[in-house]
C-alpha cells in the first residue's frame, strides 16, 4: 500500500506552547487528508478533512481556531495544536487519499500517529 | 446515536476459537465498509473491505447486510497473533470508525 508519514512521532510539550504535526504522502499525490484522534480505549474521531489548496471542513466540536490545518501541497498536511492544554493529550492520526492510479480511490492510508502529551 | 457501533468486548476467546464481531451504522446512504486492525499504541490498518456479498481472506470472513446496516467479521481458528481492537469503517465521502472491539486470544 502507499505510504505515509508523520513527524514527529511523540512530543511532550509544556501547557500553552504550539505543536506542530506533519502528515505526509510519500509516494503519492494525497488530494485529499484526514486528521483524527484517539484517547485512550477509545476510538478515533474524526476531526477535519484538507481538500490541497482549500479550506479544511472541521467536525462538530472541533475548534478551528485550535487545531490549524494547512494542506499547501498534495503531499503535506500540517496540523497545528496552538495553546495545547493537559486535554489536547491524545494520539493524533492522519490518513492520504488519492489518486493511484490502480488502488481504490475510496482507500485512505493512515500515518503511524504521533502521540502528544501536554504537561 | 453513533454513525458507526460496536460492542466494545472485550472477548477473550482460547486458541482455535471462532470468534465474530458486529458492528452497525447509522447511515444508509454509506458506499464503502472495512474492517481494521489495530495494534496497541498503533495506527489502524485495512484488515480487509466487505461487500455485499461476503468475503474471505484465509482465516477471515466479513459480511455486510445493507437491508439491516450491519457488518460482521468472522475469525476462525484465533491464533494468539489476533489479539487486537478490531475497528469497522464505514465510508461515505469520509471514513468513520467504531469503537472497536477488543479480542485477546490465550493459549
Known amino acids: 500500500g502507499a505510504v505515509v508519514s508523520q513527524h514527529p512521532s511523540w512530543v511532550i510539550c509544556k501547557s500553552g506552547t504550539s505543536v506542530k504535526i506533519e502528515c505526509r504522502s510519500l509516494?503519492?499525490?494525497?488530494?485529499?487528508m484526514f486528521w483524527y484522534r484517539q484517547f485512550p480505549k477509545q476510538s478515533l474521531m474524526l476531526m477535519a478533512t484538507?481538500?490541497?489548496?482549500?479550506?479544511?471542513?472541521?467536525e462538530q466540536g472541533v475548534e478551528k481556531d485550535k487545531f490549524l490545518i494547512n494542506h499547501a501541497s498534495l503531499t503535506l498536511s500540517t496540523l497545528t495544536v496552538t495553546s495545547a492544554h493537559p486535554e489536547d493529550s491524545s494520539f493524533y492520526i492522519c490518513?492520504?487519499?488519492?489518486?493511484?492510479?490502480?488502488?481504490?480511490?475510496?482507500?485512505?492510508?493512515f500515518g503511524p500517529g504521533t502521540r502528544l502529551t501536554v504537561l | 446515536r453513533k454513525e458507526v457501533e460496536q460492542d466494545p468486548g472485550p472477548f477473550n476467546v482460547p486458541e482455535g476459537a471462532t470468534v465474530a464481531f458486529n458492528c452497525t451504522y447509522s447511515?444508509?446512504?454509506?458506499?464503502?465498509f472495512f474492517w481494521y486492525r489495530q495494534d496497541c499504541r498503533k495506527e489502524p490498518k485495512l484488515l480487509m473491505s466487505?461487500?455485499?456479498s461476503g468475503n474471505e481472506d484465509g482465516r477471515f470472513t466479513a459480511q455486510l447486510n445493507r437491508a439491516s446496516q450491519y457488518i460482521s467479521l468472522l475469525i476462525r481458528d484465533s491464533k494468539l497473533s489476533d489479539s487486537a481492537t478490531y475497528l469497522c469503517?464505514?465510508?461515505?465521502?469520509?471514513?468513520?470508525f467504531g469503537t472497536g472491539t477488543r479480542l485477546q486470544v490465550f493459549p
Open positions: 490518513s492520504a487519499r488519492g489518486d493511484r492510479g490502480r488502488s481504490s480511490y475510496n482507500e485512505q492510508f
Open positions: 509516494d503519492f499525490q494525497a488530494t485529499t
Open positions: 484538507s481538500n490541497e489548496g482549500s479550506k479544511a471542513t472541521y
Open positions: 447511515n444508509s446512504a454509506s458506499q464503502s
Open positions: 466487505v461487500y455485499s
Open positions: 469503517a464505514v465510508n461515505t465521502d469520509k471514513l468513520i
